[in-house]
T-cell receptor, first 114, second 116 residues
Framework: SAVISQKPSRDICQRGTSLTIQCQVD?????MFWYRQQPGQSLTLIAT?????????ESGFVIDKFPISRPNLTFSTLTVSNMSPEDSSIYLC???????????FGPGTRLTVT | GENVEQHPSTLSVQEGDSAVIKCTYS??????FPWYKQELGKRPQLIID?????GEKKDQRIAVTLNKTAKHFSLHITETQPEDSAVYFC???????????????FGRGTQLTVWP
């Protein structure tokens, strides 16, 4: 497996502001992903973070709202822009280890927008 | 894309009984099927997985079976314990190709409660 960290672990933000979430893994990984999980719901993929190129977004998610960076193989950021209360959720990164199928999740960032 | 259905949404069992959670998938190209356990306030944890070249896999009290013809796979937990109480998610990878490389499609989850 891999050790995955996320910062911050939680935050309370005002409507209209932006928050950048960081995801760091201790080993090189093939793919990094960003998910959103509403309370009591399943995991919804926001986008695949591609190293050195634009992220691949899922239907319903756009770059202007959720800009993503991945400057190297072990680090990625997700920004939630111009937040509204509907963005209150848990945001998780996951990684696909090199040479395998297994995906592992970071501890998540609990975001509350007031 | 892939569509994963999971049943039941809730499951209550007595300690020591077995629990079975079932999932179906739509894309015959899917070849990897993981199961995640998520305790309240924690991250999803990979507990077992199976690849399409295998029909069954066991790890102590947990087993997963796969029927490729019928496109369904199941999680079996024997001798359940209260600490097995959690939400369980199944997933399928929709095949390993192109821009969907590594992408997982998740079921809606099953809340398992084990009563002592």
């Amino acid at each position: 497996s891999a050790v995955i960290s996320q910062k911050p672990s939680r935050d309370i933000c005002q409507r209209g502001t932006s928050l950048t979430i960081q995801c760091q893994v201790d080993s090189q990984v093939t793919m990094m992903f960003w998910y959103r999980q509403q309370p009591g719901q399943s995991l919804t993929l926001i986008a695949t973070a591609n190293q050195g190129s634009e992220a691949t977004y899922e239907s319903g998610f756009v770059i202007d709202k959720f800009p993503i960076s991945r400057p190297n193989l072990t680090f990625s950021t997700l920004t939630v822009s111009n937040m509204s209360p509907e963005d209150s959720s848990i945001y998780l990164c996951s990684v696909l280890l090199a040479g395998g199928f297994e995906q592992y999740f970071g501890p998540g960032t609990r975001l509350t927008v007031t | 894309g892939e569509n994963v259905e999971q049943h039941p949404s809730t499951l209550s069992v007595q300690e020591g009984d077995s629990a079975v959670i079932k999932c179906t998938y739509s894309d015959s190209a899917s070849n990897y099927f993981p199961w995640y356990k998520q305790e309240l306030g924690k991250r999803p944890q990979l507990i077992i997985d199976i690849r399409s070249n295998v029909g069954e896999k066991k790890d102590q009290r947990i087993a997963v079976t796969l029927n490729k013809t019928a496109k369904h796979f199941s999680l079996h937990i024997t001798e359940t314990q209260p600490e097995d109480s959690a939400v369980y998610f199944c997933a399928a990878n929709g095949g390993y190709r192109g821009s969907t490389l590594g992408r997982l499609y998740f079921g809606r989850g099953t809340q398992l409660t084990v009563w002592p």
